[in-house]
């Protein structure tokens, strides 16, 4: 620009409207004019670097570090790092966002898939049976058709079959006549037979009967002769047997005598001995019915104790059910989450023991499921349950993130896909509302949280997330009650069988609004277990196993003393055994002797009578054998003449037999024929009256079958359908009653349901669509964030590099140290900041820029220093530090202008220093010029100045 062309800038300030007037070179602009043309010049008028009033300076040393970061990029030549910063913040909450919604939508995906796997099965069910139905009407449709078939083969078969009877009908006719005459032949020769052999019997049954007569006295004679040699052999063998029976008679009593002088036994001794020991039995049994009453008497008192114990593990059952009574009538509802509870308690319980355990800190089963949770009261267990929330009764209760996480990961996000809920307690300490005295005043019963047991963590959930310990009831109250309630500000409450809640009005107080539940019946909590009293069973039962045991000792100690008894008692049995065996055995032996002799005298007796009669049976034997010889030559005779007479009786016999073997044959032969004849005659007529029945038949099954089809012959479409079904018409029935055996067993189809699968699955594929388009929004986010965020951070590593180097420069020309750093805050783009470190003491280390650390004239100091040091990077024409001295102590304000002055000097901008004082014996060297500015009332005003007068005596002096 020429120099006739400077830029001479007037504002006019108006103090009654705050108005401005702008004069450029003597001619009113706007605002805007003047500010455009002073950013061409590249001055910046928020610029810190450029214009650095007092004020300014107080405010930059209370920013933090990331107001300091935004400031600094101002300040900087790079406009665009400022803007990428503010670009990086942007897209990191759009990238927040979208990940928060991306979530979102996967939660909302799993869950909708979650519950449509339940449906998929009802609908697969659905779309079975509308299969099974469309197969159905195509085999209702084949049936007619089938039957029809069947029907038309019935005829052709039954008119084939009427053709082929007919036909040997005819024949048959042929064969009658011809058999009649041969069967009256035959009857005829059966006749002549007949007599013949009726004359041949008469003669031969009169040599007959001499025959047998002669037989009968020769049978007789002989039988005799065979009975006398049998009686000789048989009274032999009693003789030799008798002889033999008598000398073992002699043989026995002989050892018999020598046993009984070998046992050497008096019988009296012996009787004297048993009695002496059936004495002593009798004395060791008195002792051993003692022990065993005692013992009867200690086996009463342990059966009482056992039978009490039994009842008091009843009792203790009984208690424990109640845990069991809940979690069924839970999992009756929620089924799914029995697999979740099993392994968190697997879980609890492998902690308890020390064991290896997913959880770092016990997880709490559901509260509705618990069993340290209990109400003892029912109505007030009415009131806690209403006030747990109903997606949190059924929730698992975690200690801390990592557990919930744990939990969440495993079986929602995990294979097993449970939709469970998972709440985090919120370890925060609680105090009640009210006193108890405070809540009687007011005619209440008192707090929910004061009427629940459970351990204090659950305790503290009740509190923190379901505001327990400032809900108050009265389990009987009026309208009255209410209205106070209400008007001490309780924003929940209980009065009688009602819920009140208070619902605040954005528009004040008088807007808000009471909303009144009727109180329903606890369902969970009114099973409460008293814990005192089943730590009581347990001691109780504790003791009685103890006595038991004590009793168990004792029984054994009798039983002890009870076997010795019978030991005693056997080994006196063993001995009167002994003895007893040795009177028996004397006894037999006697026994023994008397029968041995008895038996020798009878035994001769009997030889005697044996001896006798083979003598006379001997004698006998001559006379029978004549005898038998007469009769055997008188029955060979005889014999010949019957054989000659049967052989002839037995020819015409067999004559006769031959020719009624051939009548019968004839007979047989001629009644079959006549049989067959009328029932072909029979058959025929049946099956002509079959075959035009059938032909009416099938002719009415056509005509049912095309009716079933509108009239018509299958089509081309209907043949390919049928061809897939049975080709029989029983098969087809037992096919159609099978397939609609099937649609009737599920005929429990929920058509909702299934409906409802197919509209979630649309809004499935709908939302998995979205859920692509904002991970691909996302990626491109990211993509984005990461190019972006790595140029942002490289410009600003080298810019806060440059800084923090001429930073320490400066604090190390006074004797100091000082860097400025980078606050990285990773994601959170509006987290990064800049830090600065000084120490201005050398046994101190660099500790950040604050408050607390630092007085005010140092922080001054290094935020003078700072902003100096960032003077190197924006480039104007010249600078401005308004009163920066202000507030600083003689030391820190040398400090700091030498630091000016040093800067200024170097730089190769205009700086102007505006300071109301200067201390003595300050630095300054030829480049400076130092203006003193005079005002007062004798001072020319500004309006009448001549600039151009000015500027021309300036440039004479100079020349000078």
């Known amino acids: 620009m020429e120099e006739s062309e400077n ?13 401005s007037v702008y004069r450029l070179n003597g001619k009113e602009v706007t605002e805007q004019i003047i500010k455009d043309r002073v950013a061409a ?21 209370k920013m933090n570090p990331q107001e300091l970061l935004t400031a600094t990029e101002k300040t900087a030549d790079d406009e665009k790092l400022f803007e990428t910063h503010v670009e990086l913040i942007e897209i990191g909450r759009n990238v927040k966002v979208l990940r928060e919604e991306i979530d979102s939508h996967h939660l909302r995906l799993e869950e ?122 048989t009274f032999e063998k009693q003789s030799a047997k008798y002889a033999n029976r008598v000398a073992a008679a002699k043989t026995k009593q002989d050892e018999i005598r020598a046993t009984m002088e070998d046992a050497q036994s008096d019988p009296k001794a012996v ?33 009482g104790k056992t039978n009490l114990l039994k009842k008091l593990h009843h009792e203790l059952q009984q208690t424990e059910s109640v845990a069991a009574q809940k979690q069924e009538i839970f999992l009756r509802h929620n089924q799914h989450l029995a697999s979740p509870i099993r392994w968190v308690s697997d879980q609890n319980l492998k902690l308890e023991q020390g064991q290896q355990s997913e959880f770092k800190q016990r997880v709490f089963l559901p509260l509705i499921l618990n069993v340290n949770v209990n109400v003892n009261d029912s109505n007030v267990a009415n009131y806690v349950e209403q006030s747990i929330p109903g997606r949190d009764r059924g929730a698992f209760i975690a200690q801390n993130a990592d557990d919930q996480r744990t939990l969440v990961n495993r079986f929602r996000s995990g294979q097993e896909k449970i939709a469970i809920n998972v709440v985090r307690i919120t370890h925060r300490p609680y105090s009640n509302v009210a006193s108890p005295s405070q809540l009687q005043q007011l005619g209440l019963d008192g ?13 503290m959930y009740l509190a923190n997330n379901c505001n327990m310990h400032q809900i108050p009831f009265a389990l009987h109250g009026s309208d009255q009650l209410t209205q106070i309630l209400q008007d001490k500000g309780f924003s929940t409450y209980f009065v009688g069988s009602n819920g009140y ?40 039962i504790k003791d009685l196993e103890k006595e038991i045991t004590r009793v168990d000792t004792q029984v054994h100690g009798l039983q002890q003393k009870s076997m010795d008894y019978k030991k005693q008692l056997d080994a006196v049995q063993h001995d009167i055994s002994l003895l007893n065996e040795k009177m028996s055995s004397y006894k037999k032996l006697d026994a023994s002797l008397k029968r041995a002799i008895s038996e020798e005298n009878t035994f001769k007796k009997s030889l005697e009578t044996a001896k006798k009669n083979e003598d006379d049976a001997k004698a006998k034997i001559p006379i029978a054998a004549g005898h038998c010889l007469s009769s055997m030559e008188k029955l060979s005779q005889l014999s010949k003449d019957v054989s000659n007479f049967v052989y002839k009786h037995q020819l015409l016999m067999l004559q006769e037999e031959v020719a009624r073997m051939e009548l019968r044959k004839l007979k047989k032969d001629l009644e079959e024929h006549e049989r067959d004849y009328e029932d072909r005659k029979n058959h025929m007529k049946g099956l002509k009256n079959e075959s035009t029945r059938l032909k009416n038949e099938a002719l009415k099954k056509l005509e ?3 009716e079933s089809n509108d009239g018509n012959m299958p089509d081309e479409k209907q043949k390919e359908a049928f061809k897939t079904l049975p080709d029989s018409v029983d098969e087809l029935n037992i096919e159609y009653k099978r397939t609609k055996a099937k649609i009737d067993t599920m005929s429990g189809v929920d058509l909702d349901m299934a409906k409802e699968y197919h509209v979630v699955k649309k809004r499935i594929e709908r939302d998995e669509q979205v859920l692509g388009e904002k991970e691909t929004e996302l990626s491109d986010h990211e993509k984005k964030l990461t190019s972006r965020f790595q140029h942002w951070k490289r410009s600003l590593e080298a810019m806060i590099k440059q800084i923090s180097t001429t930073y320490s420069e400066f604090f190390k020309q006074l004797g100091c140290a000082g860097e400025v750093g980078i606050l990285d805050a990773g ?29 005010g004239g140092e922080r001054s100091v290094a935020t003078m220093l700072y902003l100096m040091a960032m003077q190197q990077l924006a480039s104007c024409p010249f600078r401005v530090v308004d009163e920066i001295n202000q507030g600083m102590d003689a030391t820190n304000e040398k400090r700091v202008f030498e630091q000016v002055v040093n800067c200024s000097t170097s730089d190769q901008s205009q700086y102007f220093l505006i300071t109301p004082k200067l201390l003595p014996n300050l630095t300054y060297n030829e480049h400076m010029r130092v203006f003193c500015v005079y005002n007062g009332p004798e001072m020319l005003p500004s309006e009448n100045w001549n600039v151009d007068e000015f500027i021309s005596r300036a440039k004479r002096l100079k020349a000078k």
């Open 827 to 855: 994601e959170d783009y509006a987290g990064w900041g800049v830090l600065i470190l000084v120490s201005f003491r050398k046994e101190d280390s660099l500790q950040q820029l604050q408050a607390h650390h630092q007085s």
């Open 447 to 459: 707090l929910l949280i004061d009427f629940v047991e459970a351990p204090d963590e659950i305790k």
């Open 501 to 540: 809640r208070v619902l605040s009005s954005r528009f004040g107080k008088q807007s808000n609004a009471l909303r009144v539940d009727t109180v329903r019946p606890a369902r969970f909590l009114n099973f409460s277990i008293d814990a005192d009293k089943q730590q009581q069973l347990v001691r109780k």
């Open 704 to 706: 049912a079958a095309k």
């Open 41 to 61: 010049l590249g001055i910046q008028m928020d610029n810190l670097v450029q214009f650095l009033p007092q004020d300014r300076v107080a405010d930059f040393a």
């Open 271 to 303: 009787m004297v001995e048993i009695n002496h020991l059936k004495k002593k039995q009798i004395s060791i049994r008195g002792e051993q019915s003692e022990i065993i009453d005692e013992l009867e008497d200690v086996m009463t008192s342990k059966r």
């Open 7 to 19: 830029m001479v800038i007037r504002r006019k300030i108006f103090r009654a409207n705050n108005r």
């Open 112 to 233: 909708d898939r979650t519950a449509n796997a339940q449906r998929k099965a009802e609908f697969e069910r659905w779309t079975e049976v509308e299969t099974y139905k469309q197969e159905l009407s195509i085999m209702e449709k084949k049936l007619p058709w089938l039957e029809y078939e069947d029907a038309r083969k019935m005829y052709l078969n039954a008119k084939e079959e009427f053709g082929t009877a007919h036909k040997q009908f005819e024949e048959d006719f042929k064969f009658l006549e011809p058999m009649k005459k041969a069967r009256k032949k035959a009857e005829q020769n059966v006749l002549a037979r007949k007599d013949a052999v009726k004359s041949q019997a008469s003669e031969t049954g009169k040599v007959q009967k001499k025959l047998n007569k002669t037989f009968e006295k020769f049978t007789d004679e002989t039988e005799n002769f065979n009975a006398l040699q049998r009686d000789v052999k």
